[in-house]
């Protein structure tokens, strides 16, 4: 069987925590994830944002008869790294019928905010 490799996969994307209603995850800053003046790329950050509110989001809904797919993200970068760990921290700020809205905090290893980030993510019905 073909091991499932996608982007969170290839940035080195983990889980660290997933309740109702909050994400975290980690990613590195490294030759996966910098821009090629050696800083974290911004859509690197973005990625990491959007992918946690997505396990958040798909978490909330049932999996049998929705699917969810980012629908808006805006991101604020707001300071450089150029190697470590950043942490995302996804909290929902709106859980409704058909979109919910996520707030995420993107921090490094001295809880420095590095990038400010809110993501909508759409819920649909799952085709059979």
């Known amino acids: 069987m073909k091991e499932n490799i996608n982007l969170s996969h290839t940035l080195g994307m983990e889980l660290v925590e997933m309740s109702e209603g909050k994400v975290v995850m980690t990613m590195p800053v490294d030759e996966r994830t910098r821009q090629p003046l050696g800083y974290l790329h911004g859509g690197a950050s973005v ?35 150029r190697e470590g760990i950043v942490t995302a921290t996804a909290q929902s700020v709106h859980q409704g019928r058909t979109t919910m809205v996520w707030q995420i905090d993107i921090r490094d290893e001295q809880e420095q905010l590095i990038c400010l980030s809110r993501c909508t993510v759409a819920i649909v019905p799952k085709k059979v």
């Open 47 to 81: 990625a990491l944002a959007e992918t946690a509110a997505s396990i958040g989001t798909a978490y909330l809904i049932d999996p049998d008869t929705q699917i969810c797919f980012g629908l808006e993200i805006n991101a604020n970068h707001i300071k450089a790294k």
